[in-house]
T-cell receptor, first 116, second 115 residues
Framework: AQSVTQLDSHVSVSEGTPVLLRCNYS??????LFWYVQHPNKGLQLLLK??????LVKGINGFEAEFKKSETSFHLTKPSAHMSDAAEYFC??????????????FGTGTLLAVQP | DTEVTQTPKHLVMGMTNKKSLKCEQH?????MYWYKQKAKKPPELMFV???????INESVPSRFSPECPNSSLLNLHLHALQPEDSALYLC??????????????FGEGSRLTVL
């Protein structure tokens, strides 16, 4: 079975400093991995996705993530945080069990706070 | 148009009421989903419709009744809910017939309070 573990429930950074949100996955085959963002009282928005093409994936708003199979990681990074990046971030794996009931498996989320 | 629109944004209901949540998308997506999200938790899948047919029911209590009248609309009928059903209900759609792409487009949600 597939799973994801987000290693930090809260991350706080200063505006203009780098962001690192950590995610490890468990999968018996090559996974499809995603990062979603949820701003307060809003729905979720896809930031980026990895689907076995390039291991370095670029997303919206300057975010990127690197798929590292040897470390079973898919960490999300951004060189310089902006106040508008404050939100909840979810690492997600697609549970491609080969059947008709493909599902998304969500991590528990990381709340990013950005200090002025 | 890349939006998923949910109404109402807020709903307060008693345990004996009957109400409905509505979701609409005009992106031509053929899979639509209902998720339930409690505070500070990830979304939990409730139902999936693929080509207007119910394909996944995550053992949701019968007091929640989904309906997909056509490919653009998704309803969630609510009856005899419990206070613990209070949550943010998110609708989503995806470009493929099933969830396999992982690319979901979410609405902003309907925040439900059950008194």
């Amino acid at each position: 079975a597939q799973s994801v573990t987000q290693l930090d429930s809260h991350v706080s950074v200063s505006e203009g400093t780098p962001v690192l949100l950590r995610c490890n996955y468990s999968s018996s085959y090559s996974p499809s991995l995603f990062w979603y963002v949820q701003h307060p009282n809003k729905g979720l928005q896809l930031l980026l996705k990895y689907t076995s093409a390039a291991t370095l994936v670029k997303g919206i708003n300057g975010f990127e993530a690197e798929f590292k199979k040897s470390e079973t990681s898919f960490h999300l990074t951004k060189p310089s945080a902006h106040m508008s990046d404050a939100a909840e971030y979810f690492c997600v794996v697609s549970d491609l069990d080969g059947g008709a009931t493909n599902k998304l498996i969500f991590g528990t989320g990381t709340l990013l706070a950005v200090q002025p | 148009d890349t939006e998923v629109t949910q109404t109402p944004k807020h709903l307060v209901m008693g345990m004996t009421n009957k109400k409905s949540l509505k979701c609409e998308q005009h992106m031509g997506h053929r899979a639509m989903y209902w998720y339930k999200q409690k505070a500070k938790k990830p979304p939990e899948l409730m139902f999936v419709y693929s080509y207007e047919k119910l394909s996944i029911n995550e053992s949701v209590p019968s007091r929640f009744s989904p309906e997909c009248p056509n490919s653009s609309l998704l309803n969630l009928h609510l009856h005899a809910l419990q206070p613990e059903d209070s949550a943010l209900y998110l609708c989503a759609s995806s470009p493929k017939g099933q969830i396999g792409s992982g690319e979901l487009f979410f609405g902003e949600g309907s925040r439900l309070t059950v008194l």
